[in-house]
Each structure stands twice: as C-alpha cells, then as structure tokens.
C-alpha cells in the first residue's frame, strides 16, 4: 500500500528526537534539506552572540583569559571529539577544512620522510586534491589518484607516504569503510587522514577505534556553526609528540608569552594552532553543538536512515528518478543524490517552490536529510514539490 | 608651566575627531590604553550581529550569494585597502595574520626560486619569525636575522628572496622606513613582505606608492574587529599574474562551482583565498571599519602624535620611568612603551586601579592610543593611576 502524508505524520509523532527540531529557527514555507551545505542557525545562538558581544565590551583585551577565548579551540575541540569516536585533547576547532587538511597532510609526510607518494580519490571534494596537489608538488613527489570504486589498496605501495580519504563522498553519499581502509593503509606504512565534513554529526565516527592518524572537518555542515564557521583537526594522540605543522604560530608554542624567538612547539594537540581564532564565530558555534545534548549518535543514525529510505522510496513510487546514491543504507549517508539532466534549472524552480536542496555540477541534485531537525513530513512533502515541478517540465 | 588635566580638557574640545569616540563602547571607570591589542567594540556592532544572524537563519544556503557573504574577502579587503594606501582589488580579508604571511612568503619565494634567504628582524613580532623559519626550511634555504638598528642593507645580497618587515615594532612602537627599506630590498633583487597589524588605521601607509610586494596584518588591534577577527593580506597587482600560494583553496580557484580536480587559479587577489570564512566575524569586522568613515588617516595620526607627545611628557615631568619608544614622533607609532624593573606586578595594579594597558615580557608596560576613542583627559588620567601606583610601590 503506498505511503500517504499521514503516515509520516505519524512517524513524527513516534521520533524519539522530534522536539529537537524545537532547538532550531527554521524559515516558514520552506523544506531545508540542504544541511549538508549550511545548517540553520540554533534557537540559543542570539542570546550566546549577545553574551560574547558583552564579553568582549565589557572585559576587551582581559577576556582572552578571564572570559576562556584563550581555551575555546580546545574546549570546544572537546565537544567535537565527542561526536567523532575521539578522546579529549585530541581536537583543535580552528581555521578552515582546507588549511586544516593542509596542515595535518603536512605533517603525515613529514613523519613519512622516506616516502614521496600522495593518494587522494578522484572523487573527493576537489579543494582536498588542490592541497594534496600542492603538498605532493611541495615535497617533490607525486599525487596518485585512487580511481572511483577501486579498493585503496589498489594505489597502496611502500612509496606512499600518506592517504587523504572522505568518509562521506559529496556527491553520492558513499561512506567509505574506515576501519578496513586505515587499516590497508597502515598495512601499507602510510597513514591516513579523512575528511569528516560530510559524515561528522549525522554517523557514528570511530577515529580512535579506527586508529585513524589525521583527521579534519567543517562545522557549518551538520553541525549547524553557521556560515563559513571555524573547522576541526584531529590528531591520534600517538603522532602528537613527533607530528609538526608548516605554519606554527604563538598561539602553539609552549610557552606563548615568553615571545622568544625560537619556535617550541607546545606538548599535545595545541601545537597545531596558528594564530588568533575568530571568537565569535565559534562562540557561535559552542552554542550551535548545546543541539546534540542528549542526542545519542546513534539514535540520529537510525533516524538519519529512516529519513533517506523513505525519500528514496517515495521518489522510486513517483517520480522514477535515477538514485546516484547508495541504496544499501549501510553505505549511505544522511543525503540522498539525483540524477537529472536539467539539475540547475530544476534547482532553481524547486527553490521558488520552497523546496531547498543543492544542485552540483553537472547533473546531481543533492538533499540532505539532517535527523536534528528535518522530519518525515518534510520528506514527504519534498517528494510533493518534486513531482510538481518535474510533471510540469 | 606645568600641564594641567584642564589643559588636557580642552585639548579635547578642540579634537576634530572628538565625535569619533561616541561610536565605540567603552566601559565605565577604566582608562583603556590597549587598543593595540584589543579594539573596543563598536556601538553599531549589536545591530549588525543581528543582521547577519537574520540573515543566516532566514536566507540559509542561499545568504552566500543573496546577502553577499561570497564576496566579503574582497569587499572588506577593498575598505582596509583605502586605509593602507592600495588600490582595490590587491586587499582580501581572510585567515588569520600568520596563514597570510605564510602565504604570501611563500608566494615570495616562490616568484625567487633562484634565491634561498629569508631575512626577518630579530625584533619582529615571534610568530613572524617562526613562520618565516618555517618557509626558509620549507625551500631547503636559510633564515637570516636583520639585527637591531642595523639597516636592512647589511643583511641583502643576491642570495636574499625576501624580507619580512614589520611596520611598527610590538615592543618600542619604532616606525620602520617603508620607502627606504622596500627600495633597499628591491635593489638587491629581493621582494617585501610588511606586516602592519601595528600601523594599518593609526599611520598613513603607502603600499602602492612604496612598491611593497606584498602586506598582511590583523584587524582586532587598531581596525577594532573584534577579538580574533579575520585578518587581511596584500598582494600588488603586479604579481597577482605569476604569485602562487601554497594553500589552494575552491574559493580561489578560477570557476568554483564546475568542482574540477584541477586547480587553476583565480584571476587577481581572488587566487589567495583557501577557504570558506567565518562570515559572523567578518560582517562584524565589516561594522567596526564604519567608525573610520570621515576619519582622514592624516587627522588621525596628528591626534596620534598629539596624544602620545602629551603622555611622554607627562611621564617625564612626574614619572621620570625610561621611555622605550622613540621620542621623536616621526618615528613613533600609537604606543608609547615604559620600561620598568617589576613591570609584570605593576601592570597587575594598574589594572585594579583602572588602567588597562599591557604587559611584554620582560619588562615593558605597553599603553596604546587609539586616535578614534582614546581623548587626552585619558592620558592624564593614565599618568595619574600611573603616578599613584608607583608612589606606593
């Protein structure tokens, strides 16, 4: 029997996460799934954005110590580690994805001096491979690509220094199986650093269980930090004694207000800042995780399936649409892609229509199914203005 | 005849910039002379931190292009560019000072391959230091230090790629030569790297007209950004054809959105963008800069000179502590530094009395005086806890 609207009205009715929804502003008339780009903004953050403007007239330069912006990107690291299967002191919150992967990809060679091999898929998020790129061409070596649905082993040999993995791909939603890559990776005696962005929030993570090496990711995705929000890096701890970074600043020298000339790099994860955080972007963002407290992962997990088997079974009963994401939810993320000829304009009308998704380059309509706060309604109704518009075209 | 706080009185009467003050918060019952540290925050700061929440929580996804976050870098770039003497599109705000210096040394060296000293002053500011250690070690060169007092000369020869300058010294406020240094460093084939975290929005600072190759700086001292705000770099657009960095970024690549894995850099100063910003920090930065709006840099300075030759004077008539800042204003910033033996433990009473300036190791009190807010009753008022605090000591 098909499903009907009211069905997922009761499926609401029955998730055991449903008042978290409550924790978000989110637009009148509007379907979000577009989490996977940029979540929407906690109900709290006003208020916080308003304690940390106060900190900062009030207190001015004695905030830094009296108020903890000194501490936040561990602090907040913390909070993140939590979420992505890592013991504390083991996460930094600070820069961009992007200088983070540069940074820890850094360091991977740099404990891997006898080797002058780089592997990234030809699948990642292509800023990945520009700065694998560049750290390849840095150290004179090579950039090996690991073809899509190749086995990383394929690409693994005792030239290879480091590996650079997504653990959820962009476009598809693929997760990729950390345990069993890392794994072939250090057989290899390489080390492996994954890009988080896509999975960190909505699936359960174990870089410690994994005995993942390096790892990094952004928060504006799932966990909702807000535009262009301060991104993470995670280094096991048993790289944290040798491991060095290519931009060391005060703020990771050990002992910062000495002001010696001489760089020491600080003990633990702290080595891998660089310079003056922007505090109030993740203060923003330390409000914006008080939306997992009491969020099981694993309860967000199952949710997060939930919601991506009945888009796609909805989308299977009506609209025909090809599937590019996996249909195995083992291997899914919490994001369904589709494929259609016309993506970009079928973006935009179903923007005009309240229906939020993304469009990538050149055919993939993407929807992110973020379980915090997207419902089974909005799946439902999602479908509705899909078969709208594509019945229309 | 002596100065009297009546004199100072009406010394303020007569600032044109007297208006400027109301546009800042400062609290009640402390004098705060550490705006070379900290800016304070600006009245129209709350409001825009609202605007910018509304705007993320109401447009989503669709803010980056619909309100404008996309071009931020290069927008608030093109404001700071006006108070540094550049013409627009040479200037983008992003990362912080330490990832912009990184990034432009490297580019330096990079347009030098055939040379492989770096040179940096002794006195530079540590992180500067460190960061250029780092680059020299990177390309298998040298670092050499540029020794105090001694001109930048004795340290230039066909080896050198680049210099790195630092504008105003954190410690003695001293004004580097900008003119002579660049022309210097020019002359022995070499390029120049400025940093201004300590001159941009209290000296006028000639970026085209000296020919420097490129300059980065912060925005939380003098430009009041707020604590960590986002830094800024610069790039003469003479390089911006061949200059390279070594963090390539999605968002300074040459079309974003086709998500190609090759890199090709963006046209201009775009190519020196890596990351997605923190877009809260930067539109609160954006809000700070409209304090500058009707302030002329050259009204700015002359108050500048004005407050710190009334503050040395006063020293000198009822303190008699060495001064370390030079005492001709030509070669002075907006810092006047002391020298005193326990200067640690008297920064600590200076600051339960009601004066904030600070404390560098090992024993300077620095005191800043910021042209927009700081009025000189302040630094009488400063002389006078001053006066008190070593009475009793």
């Not at 960190?200 to 930090?225: H, I, Q, R, S, W």
Request: net charge negative.
């Amino acid at each position: 029997m098909a499903i009907t609207r009211d069905d997922c009205a009761s499926l609401d009715d029955n998730d055991p996460l449903r008042s978290i929804r409550d924790r978000f502003v989110l637009p009148d008339g509007i379907v979000y799934l577009d989490g996977n780009s940029l979540g929407p903004m906690a109900r709290n953050v006003p208020t916080r954005a308003d304690t940390i403007l106060s900190e900062w007239s009030s207190r001015l330069i004695r905030g830094w110590m009296e108020e903890g912006w000194w501490e936040l990107p561990l602090r907040v690291g913390a909070r993140i580690a939590r979420l992505i299967g890592a013991a504390p002191e083991q996460v930094i919150v600070s820069d961009t994805t992007t200088t983070n992967l540069y940074k820890t990809l850094s360091a991977a060679v740099g404990l891997r001096s006898d080797r002058s091999v780089v592997v990234i898929e030809e699948s990642a998020f292509p800023t990945d491979i520009y700065v694998a790129q560049s750290v390849a061409r840095r150290i004179g070596g090579e950039l090996r690509m690991l073809l899509r649905g190749k086995p990383v082993e394929s690409v693994l040999d005792d030239t290879v220094a480091a590996v650079v993995m997504n653990h959820v791909d962009f476009r598809t939603a693929e997760i990729a199986d950390m345990a069993a890559a890392t794994s072939a990776i250090h057989d290899a005696g390489a080390l492996a650093i994954w890009d988080l962005s896509h999975s960190a929030g909505v699936l359960p993570v174990a870089l410690d269980v994994c005995e993942v090496d390096f790892a990094v990711g952004c928060t504006y995705k799932y966990l909702n930090g807000g535009p262009g929000a301060p991104a993470y890096l995670y280094v096991n701890a048993r790289h944290l004694g040798e491991a060095t970074q290519p931009i060391p600043g005060w703020m990771g020298h050990a002992d910062p207000f000495l002001m010696e000339n001489e760089y020491r790099p600080s003990e633990g994860i702290r080595r891998f800042l660089t310079g003056s955080q922007p505090i109030i972007s993740m203060r923003i963002l330390d409000a914006a995780l008080d939306a997992y407290d009491g969020a099981d992962i694993a309860a967000v997990r199952a949710k997060g399936i939930a919601l991506t088997d009945l888009f796609i079974e909805l989308v299977d009963d009506r609209l025909g649409l090809e599937v590019l994401s996996p249909r195995d939810s083992d291997r899914r993320g919490s994001q369904v892609s589709l494929r259609h000829p016309n993506a970009a304009a079928v973006y935009e009308t179903l923007v005009d229509r309240g229906l939020q998704g993304d469009f990538r380059n050149p055919d993939i309509l993407r929807f992110g199914f973020a379980p915090l706060y997207v419902s089974f309604t909005d799946a439902w109704d999602a479908v509705e203005i899909l078969a709208a518009v594509l019945g229309e075209r």
